[in-house]
């Protein structure tokens, strides 16, 4: 008999790339419909607003059939999972006291117009940082822990730590992360989950033919989890582009990696995330900007210093001496300055580095 297994996921599929929320959320504050995303008339309008702004290309409904609201729901969810627009209070709820606490339902939150009026990529990603590290489940009782609350985006940040510090790199591949990682809670210890990931790597390593391998590996899980092959890889996809999004991991090769500036950030993360009293308490946490350590002046001005050494290490001159930084919102300014510029440097570097990988790179494309 198949076992339940609830795959973990930061969004949902539909919405695979977290910063197209952005452009949505800038064409919902500028119409009628906020604040107007529920009930199945809504939610095809939603889904036609969607279509006639570009924001997704829209199939042709079968002949004889109108076209359902699931796409302007699932967009609507994806945007209030993360805490940019306000959500609908739970069949169970008080639902009076609930929803006047919270706010009025897919109205734009502040943490929305945070995003919404975010001008640098440098911005963009602590949103979305914000967005994860409020990020509970279960929020609509999804997964079950031993405190009743899973928190994923320190789960992996734990297993990198712990793979850095078991095997020298923190690295975690695409395939780790939709066979092993995001099958795994935080009811699992983190060593556990660490032994799981070495011991799948080893075997796979060890395998002949990789992808047949993948293929194999998947299809046990499918079976015993009563799930679709290609949904591992799906949800997959989305928790990595989500994750990236945060600005704390990047890409190296087709593993994530952490951004070495942002070490001081990710370690404060993951000692300790304070966990919501209620549901109440997590939605208004999450749809005001959930806090994170930067907003205290003594880690800010760490992690500030941190980015300035990078920089400095790649010959830029960083005087900060001469810059303003008496408040947290302050050293934020002047650090964003700084990660747009640091990753404009990575990208210079990248494309120098290709010059000398002619050869390689048209051995690939062959």
Not at 67 to 92: E, I, N, S, V
Not at 294 to 310: F, H, I, M, R
Not at 338 to 350: S, W
């Amino acid at each position: 008999m198949a076992q339940k297994q609830p795959i973990w996921l930061f969004g949902n599929t539909t919405v695979r790339s977290p910063f197209r929320l952005r452009d949505c959320l800038i064409l919902l504050s500028r119409s009628s419909m906020e604040g107007n995303l529920y009930g199945e008339r809504e939610e095809v309008a939603f889904r036609e607003f969607l279509g006639e702004h570009g924001i997704v290309s829209l199939a042709e409904p079968q002949k004889g059939k109108k076209p359902t609201g699931d796409l302007g729901r699932k967009w609507r969810h994806a945007m209030t999972k993360l805490g940019f627009l306000y959500p609908k209070a739970p069949k169970m709820a008080l639902l009076e006291k609930w929803q006047q606490e919270i706010g009025n339902p897919s109205e734009i939150s502040p943490h929305g117009w945070h995003l919404i009026e975010a001008e640098t990529v440098s911005g963009w990603q602590e949103c979305f940082l914000r967005s994860l590290v409020g990020l509970y489940l279960p929020m609509e009782k999804h997964h079950h822990s031993a405190n009743g609350l899973f928190h994923p985006l320190r789960h992996i940040l734990t297993l990198m730590k712990n793979l850095e510090q078991m095997t020298g790199e923190c690295r975690l591949n695409p395939v780790e992360m939709a066979l092993v990682a995001q099958l795994s809670e935080n009811m699992t210890s983190s060593d556990i989950v660490t032994k799981e990931v070495i011991s799948f790597r080893e075997q796979r390593d060890k395998a002949k033919n990789k992808k047949a391998f993948d293929n194999e590996y998947t299809q046990l899980l499918a079976k015993k989890y009563s799930k679709e092959a290609g949904t591992f890889g799906d949800y997959a996809d989305m928790n990595l582009r989500h994750l990236k999004a945060t600005g704390l991991v990047h890409n190296q090769g087709r593993s994530i990696v952490f951004v070495p500036e942002k070490r001081f950030l990710i370690d404060k993360l993951i000692d300790g995330i304070p966990h919501p009293v209620d549901d109440i308490a997590q939605w208004k946490s999450i749809c005001n900007g959930t806090p994170l350590p930067t907003d205290e002046k003594g880690n800010a001005l760490v992690v500030l210093q941190s980015l300035a050494e990078q920089l400095e290490l790649r010959g830029y001159k960083c005087d900060l001496k001469s810059r303003k930084l008496d408040t947290p919102q302050e050293i934020s300014l002047v650090r964003y300055e700084l990660e747009d510029l640091f990753q404009q440097l990575k990208e210079l570097e990248y494309a120098a580095q290709q010059r000398s990988m002619a050869e390689e790179i048209s051995a690939f494309f062959d």
